[in-house]
């Protein structure tokens, strides 16, 4: 006759125990199930005793912990939805771009578990959380981001089966003023980057150059080593990027297409190699000199520094990096260039972004248009 096991949750317990730093740490101790029966006994450190102070603090730190030990039973006990945000935390968040982990971070810490720690997951209602969002003192847009990490955060809840799987309750959320645009975004005349270039010193005006003639984002643009650029093939290689010093992957597998260098364009970039100290193949192409070349310049210290500045000194306004790709989009449609070669000198994901009407675009399709901008960049 076969034997069942009762599966029952565990709740585990917390004990004190001195630490290898003769420190006192609270510890959390629970048995895991063996396949061939009976238990093996388990412990994680939760942390020090001075700095948690009670074991009520402890309790919550390692809440999310049980959910990982009870795969099997999940819904043995009500789940807070601070457990659900520490396990997040701690399984989601390091597969993120660092970019995006940030300003999740913040978000959570700040926003999320001030007001939400302590609810069990089921009570953390959609009229409840736009009421929320209503009195937050944010701007629309940080808003939204805020009520897409919800939804987020209820899609693990669903997958984790800490709740029912169905319809995410985050969809019913209504944020307003998030689809609108506070301002359009500025969008240069060829006579206006000429002035703003006259405003630049170098590199910045080479970066600006670049920028503007390939739209690459600015975290790709000063990631860029001398090795990614194949002059014999007149190609640009986009490996990585980098963002608060960061390096990381690009931002999808679409941005990794080679973009094509125009031959003037080509002819900028040798300029600059033969003036920086830093130009051998495994440099950075805009290498910062207070770092002795070992990392490239900080994208928005230069934007802070040298490109808004010089925006408002010729009389355009303030610029930012993304201006250059929003107007490096705008040229491509004053040249004619179809909407599927555009899509693919953007470098978009989504065909939505750039609106999909053609099949894959010929690269010298490709090559005429970047170099129509090219011509009109350095006119």
């Given at each position: 006759m076969l034997r069942r096991t009762r599966n029952t949750y565990q709740n585990g317990w917390i004990e004190k125990q001195v630490s290898t730093n003769l420190e006192l740490a609270f510890v959390y101790r629970w048995r895991e199930r063996r396949p061939e029966g009976g238990y093996t006994k388990r412990a994680q450190t939760i942390g020090l005793v001075s700095e948690l102070k009670t074991e009520a603090n402890a309790r919550r730190a390692i809440e999310h912990r049980k959910l990982q030990i009870n795969p099997d039973n999940p819904?043995?006990?009500?789940?807070?939805?601070?457990?659900?945000?520490?396990?997040?935390?701690?399984?989601?968040?390091?597969?993120?771009?660092?970019?995006?982990?940030?300003?999740?971070?913040?978000?959570?810490?700040?926003?999320?578990?001030?007001?939400?720690?302590?609810?069990?997951?089921?009570?953390?209602?959609?009229f409840a959380v736009e009421e929320w969002l209503k009195r937050l003192e944010l701007a629309p847009k940080t808003k939204g981001h805020i009520h897409n990490l919800m939804r987020v955060l209820f899609n693990c809840a669903m997958r984790w089966e800490l709740i029912d799987i169905g319809e995410n309750p985050m969809k019913l959320v209504r944020v307003r003023g998030v689809s609108k645009r506070a301002e359009e975004p500025l969008v240069l005349t060829i006579e206006q980057f000429h002035c703003l270039l006259k405003e630049l010193e170098e590199p910045f005006r080479t970066m600006a150059i670049l920028d503007l003639a390939t739209g690459l984002r600015c975290s790709e643009l000063l990631a860029l080593k001398w090795c990614d650029i194949v002059w014999e093939d007149l190609t640009i290689l986009v490996r990585r990027a980098i963002v608060d010093g960061v390096v990381s992957d690009v931002k999808t597998k679409y941005s990794k297409a080679g973009m094509p260098l125009d031959p003037a364009l080509a002819e900028v970039l040798l300029r600059w190699q033969g003036r920086t100290p830093f130009n051998r193949a495994p440099d950075w192409v805009f290498a910062s000199p207070f770092k002795a070349g070992t990392m490239p310049w900080h994208g928005w210290g230069i934007q802070l520094r040298h490109l808004a500045p010089a925006g408002i000194r010729a009389g355009i306004g303030r610029v930012g990096w993304h201006t250059f790709r929003h107007t490096f989009r705008s040229l491509l449609d004053e040249t004619g260039a179809p909407m599927k070669v555009q899509q693919e000198l953007m470098r978009h994901a989504d065909i939505r972004t750039t609106m999909n009407v053609y099949g894959k675009a010929m690269d010298d399709s490709k090559r005429q248009a970047h170099s129509k901008v090219v011509r009109l960049v350095l006119s």
């Open positions: 819904q043995g006990q009500a789940v807070t939805f601070g457990a659900l945000v520490n396990r997040y935390i701690e399984e989601e968040l390091p597969e993120l771009r660092h970019s995006t982990v940030d300003s999740y971070r913040s978000y959570l810490e700040n926003y999320v578990k001030p007001k939400w720690e302590s609810y069990p997951v089921l009570a953390v209602r959609p």
